[in-house]
RNA sequence: GCCGGGAUGAUGGAAUUGGUAGACAUAGCGGACUUAAAAUCCGCUUCCCUUUAUAGGGAGUGCCGGUUCGAGUCCGGCUCCCGGCACCA
């Protein structure tokens, strides 16, 4: 009897959970708890990498459900996106077809782990009763002002065919295929996030329980920076540039400017200059280099053969093309600055432009000719007319009130975050539901004929630099809303990301036709208590989701600004070195692993190995250990079944106090465990007390009750296990349907306690005393210890500290 | 370059937040059970030195220094690793 049969048990119960509606969510929550996952793409089956989320979370869900909590832990698909679509090219398979195939292997996974979904709320993005919200959102901010279409310089993945995100590119190199992006100037819808910006950034203070490293990349990523805008003049010309500097300190050194080269001033200002023709050689060759050559070529441009003059001395300085200037960052223009910026400095020696020291550091002085470098510190004003003499940080202030009191500037902050750009070149997702007409123009959609429909019958999926749905015209042609004449709609889909920003809500109402949520299930289960997944979304989902959140409250949609109250972040599952994929062939499957060794060895190894926000190393010996323990445990009840009482004991004997302590204790850290995500911990310690009751020889009634509470610390874990044995010792049911245990005050300490005895802070001996004992009696056991008294001997006591029940020192 | 996080036995990891470093597990070694093996149960297992043994001593949480009766934990200075941002004006 040193096993059982997993697969046969776990079976049972699942089919019992399932019968008795154990995952239900209630209608009517009075204590609720939202306990979320992040949503899976579906490819292909799902596999131990995946389950860490999923079994992270099922722990927490089930607990909850023990401490009285109406527990909403729902789980859904992102299911458009582009592997189902290469999938469908290179074999030809449809792309729902694909991925609801996927969908139903995976769920059968989640199903036999054991996870406490309530599968009645199971979302799929890429059906219509879902997408046709997806395309309402899309309205909603095309409505208040916040979805646009503009031309711009995109991201073009040329592997994938389709625009990106910036939150998209990665070094840059396209997130999902590793490819160099390139630049295109393109007409594009995008999202104002850019507008959400401040709140966005202010609003990561409220988020309380989330982890700090994604609260600081999202800082990083929004990039607030506070300066000044400076304007200036060109000369002969009615343009005014305007730049973005964080350091009007050293406006006075002002030498040249340079301006980006995909600039839209740059036509109006080379008109009728006699450096057109070069400087539009050079804009042709700049901008067709990717951003990642431009960083890494020497600073070039060429003069555009027009002047500026600065607005704070008249000074006449030349303008340059120059592709170091970015054109999504500030203005597109700056200021050059050779003295005290890098760039600028180098840009200068290239093409022998003055370099004027404005600052001087605190305690030397500065000389143009040694400067092998622009000096960036902050430091002291010269050479700089009335604001000689002030401190950086002063000037700063100084030079931004002067310029705006003179109209030529004035304060401002940039934000790296840009505009969202969701338009996609591709099938596989949801329909942009904005129609051409050649008389009224960009008309959306009306809400009643919703959902856009995505053409099922399709024959070429192959990207062409063109959505490949531009062909298919039945879905193209279509009659104007408005005017009803002949009208196309737009062949873009939209980036899956728009169709993850709002699920969360979905769950909430999946079934309401009428709305995407009730205002009511809305004010019933909002915000998210528990929002868990991985670190890799940091920049991207977890701004958009919060993003969508603000807009749909500004809406009067939603009651709340910020979406989860908490975050975890888990760690991936590493497998010989690498994260566990496919393409890394290092994957564990999530079936035949579970017909071998049960669901709860599973998840069990999964929990045991590390703390859950670290990286864990699949292993072996993990899976070896965690079998060890669920059957020793299942033995260790088996063989006592008849033993085991519900009932605590009456009186402790002394032989059995410190059993009962133990339990006491268990029940304490596992439940304080639970609560701070210590899962690693809390089977420790569940281990430890296994370890003890086997090394129990008199049974007695605290022996008996151990088993009781045992089986029920364990069902957050191993649950399957958990309820089998419940029903070994009669009980009924499952633990789902119980109380978690609390655990008796009076025996959480010990009743002797070990006091270390210390000599100037080294360890010479111990003495077990009753916990209650004065400090006097301990020090004169203490002193009369043979050992303290060897290390003292000869010696003159100076002072004695004292640690209650811990640690007595004596300093000599 | 700027901003985070980290470094503890052979290995994964503990350590009440300044109080016995190494819980728990894995691996290893030894014992019991067995005809035998596996499984199981019990014991040992940071390193060095002394000792037949009991035991005793010393060192030890990446490195150097500091604060403290006492530091894995706090402070200062480094080294290395991981992550984010980065031509951001």
Redesign the pocket.
């Known amino acids: 009897m040193?096993?059982y049969n997993k697969r046969a048990i776990e079976k049972k119960w699942q089919e019992y959970w399932e019968r008795e509606g154990l995952f239900k969510t209630s209608d009517k929550p009075k204590k609720k708890y939202y306990n979320l996952v992040m949503f899976a793409y579906p490819s292909g089956d799902i596999h131990m990498g995946h389950c860490k989320n999923y079994v992270i979370g099922d722990v927490i869900a089930r607990y909850k459900r023990r401490r009285g909590f109406d527990v909403l832990h729902p789980f859904g698909w992102d299911a458009f996106g582009l592997p189902a679509e290469n999938r469908a090219i290179a074999e030809g398979i449809h792309p729902e077809k694909w991925t609801m195939e996927n969908i139903r292997t995976s769920d059968e996974s989640l199903k036999i782990l054991g996870i406490s979904y309530d599968w009645d709320r199971e979302i799929i993005t890429c059906l219509p009763d879902y997408y046709k919200w997806t395309q309402w959102m899309f309205l909603l901010l095309y409505k208040r002002g916040l979805a646009y279409k503009k031309e711009a310089y995109v991201n073009w993945c040329p592997q994938c065919q389709t625009v990106l995100a910036n939150e998209q590119v990665?070094d840059d190199r396209c997130y999902r295929c590793g490819t160099p992006i390139e630049k295109r100037k393109l007409k594009q819808w995008f999202f104002k996030i850019a507008e959400y910006a401040e709140r966005l950034l202010k609003d990561l203070d409220k988020l309380k329980d989330w982890p700090?490293?994604v609260k600081?990349?999202q800082r990083?990523?929004i990039?607030r920076?506070e300066?000044c805008d400076i304007n200036f003049k060109v000369v002969d010309k009615n343009i005014t540039l305007r730049?973005?500097?964080?350091?009007p300190d050293t406006i006075y050194g002002v030498t040249f400017m340079s301006i980006?080269p995909e600039h839209p001033v740059l036509d109006q200002l080379i008109k009728n200059t006699k450096n057109r023709e070069q400087v539009l050689d050079y804009i042709k060759s700049a901008t067709k280099r990717s951003?990642l050559e431009?960083?890494e070529?020497e600073?070039d441009g060429v003069f555009t053969g027009c002047y500026a003059i600065n607005p704070i001395n008249g000074e006449k300085v030349p303008i340059f093309v120059a592709?170091?200037?970015?054109?999504d960052?500030?203005s597109?223009v700056?200021?050059g600055?050779p003295a005290h910026?890098e760039?600028d400095f180098q840009f200068a020696r290239k093409y022998d432009l003055p370099i004027k020291i404005v600052i001087k550091p605190k305690d030397q002085d500065l000389k143009v000719e040694d400067m092998e470098n622009a000096y960036e510190d902050y430091g002291i004003m010269v050479n700089s007319e009335q604001f000689n003499g002030l401190d950086s940080s002063e000037g700063i202030k100084a030079v931004t009130r002067y310029l705006a009191e003179k109209n030529s500037g004035g304060p401002s902050v940039?934000y790296?975050l840009k505009d969202w750009l969701i338009s996609r070149q591709r099938y596989w997702g949801a329909p942009i539901p904005i129609i051409y007409c050649p008389k009224c123009g960009t008309v959306p959609v009306p809400e009643e004929a919703l959902p856009v429909l995505l053409p099922v019958k399709i024959k070429d999926f192959i990207p062409k630099g063109k959505s490949p749905l531009a062909s298919v015209a039945d879905f193209i042609n279509t009659r104007c809303p408005k005017c009803g004449s002949k009208a196309e709609r737009d062949p873009d889909t939209m980036d899956t990301f728009v169709c993850s920003s709002w699920y969360f809500l979905r769950y909430l109402d999946p079934h309401n036709d009428k709305e995407f949520c009730s205002m009511e299930k809305a004010k019933a289960w909002l915000p998210i208590d528990q929002y868990i997944g991985g670190?890799e979304h940091?920049?991207g989902h977890l701004i958009y989701f919060r993003f969508f959140t603000k807009v749909l409250y500004d809406a009067g949609y939603i009651p709340v600004d910020e979406p989860a109250q908490a975050l975890f972040t888990q760690g991936m599952v590493i497998r010989n070195g690498e994260k566990m994929s496919k393409s890394k062939g290092n994957v564990v499957p999530v079936g035949p692993f579970v017909q071998k060794y049960g669901a709860d060895v599973a998840r069990i190894t999964i929990l045991?190995?590390?703390?859950p926000e670290?990286?864990?190393?699949w292993?072996d010996?993990?899976v070896?250990?965690a079998e060890?323990?669920v059957?020793?445990i299942y033995?260790l009840i088996a063989e006592n079944k008849d033993r085991v009482s519900k009932n605590p004991p009456d009186s402790v004997s002394d032989e059995e106090e410190g059993l009962y302590i133990k339990l006491n204790q268990t029940i304490a850290k596992v439940t304080e465990d639970l609560e701070s995500f210590?899962f690693?911990?809390a089977?420790?310690a569940l281990?430890?007390l296994l370890?003890q009751l086997?090394?129990t020889t008199r049974k007695g009634p605290a022996f008996d009750y151990s088993l009781y509470i045992l089986i029920q610390l364990l069902s957050p874990f191993a649950p399957h296990l958990a309820d089998e044995l419940w029903s070994m010792v009669g009980e009924k049911g499952s633990l789902l349907e119980y109380r978690w245990p609390g655990y008796d005050q009076r025996y959480l300490k010990e009743k002797t306690i070990?006091v270390?005895l210390?000599i100037?802070?080294?360890?010479?001996s111990?003495i077990k005393v009753p916990l209650d004992t004065s400090e006097e009696v301990i020090r004169n056991r203490a002193l009369e210890d043979a050992?303290v008294q060897?290390?003292l001997s000869g010696k003159k006591i100076r002072?004695v500290?004292y640690?209650p029940g811990?640690?007595l020192?004596i300093?000599v």
Do not use: C
């Open positions: 040193n096993t990665i700090q490293r600081v990349m990083n990523w990039g920076s300066g730049v973005f500097t964080t350091r980006a951003s431009r960083l070529r600073k592709d170091y200037v970015l054109i960052y500030g597109g700056v200021m600055v910026d760039r940039n790296k670190i940091a920049t045991f190995a590390a703390p670290r990286d864990m190393e292993t010996e993990g070896v250990g060890r323990f059957n020793r033995r210590k690693n911990t089977i420790a281990w430890e370890n086997y090394q070990t270390v210390q100037n802070g080294k360890v010479r111990h050992k060897r290390h002072k500290i640690v811990r640690i020192n300093v």
